[in-house]
């Protein structure tokens, strides 16, 4: 049915150019936001990723099985025609196992940690650029009657996308240096256990919470927020109302196609 295959592509668009790009934007700029403010226990930032990433999950598992019901079972088109299926197939696999990594994460302190975060990260990302691939090889499919300029709208996002790192990581390396603290100190003149390395203050920090310090001076100077906080929630508002309008857009083309037909038959009333 038309219907099933318009429902399979507006899950895709909303689940890898909507809610993944908002989780993986999050995880990666914002664990130092909303400082000291947490629900059911963990810190914002990981709630809103969390959200974000389960709503990508049940997105595209959803869309997959519209699909193969709707086909019977695999794609007939030939990988060497068009690897939509292919990509979308290897894309939604690492999406799944991805929540069970996360399940599975170490302790902070853990030498194993670095291995997951390197894991971790890559197969969120990985995942999400094979599905935005496949997102332009769907808009040649002859079934899904999209339009040829629906690439630039994709091929936008990506740019505004791209953008967005580049501002936020721009902001986060010169101008959100921290203020030398506490633990800087010690490091710095040699006492002490603390180390001036972000990971190892992070080690030094559960540490410190595991045995009782949670209320130390310099466990509390880990967990204030660096400056360019309010710079860094004004990006994440702009991002979000832009993705999500780019998201909109996208979905109405697909939930509308063959869009012209549609539009040329609103214009004539």
């Given at each position: 049915m038309l219907f099933i295959r318009r429902l399979h592509g507006a899950f895709m668009v909303a689940a890898w150019?909507?809610?993944?790009?908002?989780?993986?934007?999050?995880?990666?700029?914002?664990?130092?936001?909303?400082?000291?403010s947490q629900c059911c226990g963990k810190d914002l930032w990981f709630v809103f990723h969390r959200f974000f990433m389960v709503l990508t999950w049940v997105l595209t598992v959803a869309g997959v099985v519209l699909m193969l019901v709707e086909l019977k079972g695999l794609s007939a088109i030939p990988i060497d025609k068009n690897p939509h299926a292919l990509l979308g197939g290897i894309s939604t696999i690492l999406c799944f196992l991805n929540p069970?990594?996360?399940?599975?994460?170490?302790?902070?302190?853990?030498?194993?940690?670095?291995?997951?975060?390197?894991?971790?990260?890559?197969?969120?990302?990985?995942?999400?650029?094979l599905g935005i691939v496949a997102i332009f090889y769907a808009i040649e499919l002859p079934k899904a009657s999209l339009p040829t300029w629906m690439n630039w709208v994709v091929v936008a996002f990506v740019a505004f996308h791209v953008l967005a790192h580049?501002?936020?990581?721009?902001?986060?390396?010169?101008?959100?240096?921290?203020?030398v603290g506490p633990l800087e100190g010690l490091a710095?003149?040699?006492l002490g256990m603390f180390s001036s390395s972000r990971e190892q203050r992070q080690h030094e920090m559960?540490?410190?919470?595991e045995i009782g310090m949670s209320n130390s001076p310099m466990y509390m100077e880990g967990k204030l927020e660096p400056k360019g906080g309010s710079f860094r929630r004004t990006m994440l508002g702009l991002y979000l109302v832009i993705n999500w309008l780019f998201t909109a857009v996208l979905v109405v083309i697909?939930?509308?196609?063959?869009?012209?037909?549609?539009?040329?038959?609103?214009?004539?009333?």
């Open positions: 150019i909507g809610a993944a790009s908002c989780g993986i934007l999050l995880a990666r700029y914002f664990k130092k936001t909303w400082v000291g069970f990594m996360a399940l599975c994460r170490p302790a902070p302190d853990a030498k194993s940690r670095p291995i997951f975060n390197w894991s971790h990260w890559f197969v969120g990302n990985a995942a999400q650029i580049l501002a936020l990581s721009l902001h986060e390396k010169y101008v959100s240096r921290p203020t710095g003149a040699g559960y540490a410190m919470r697909v939930v509308l196609a063959p869009i012209e037909d549609y539009l040329k038959n609103w214009s004539l009333k």
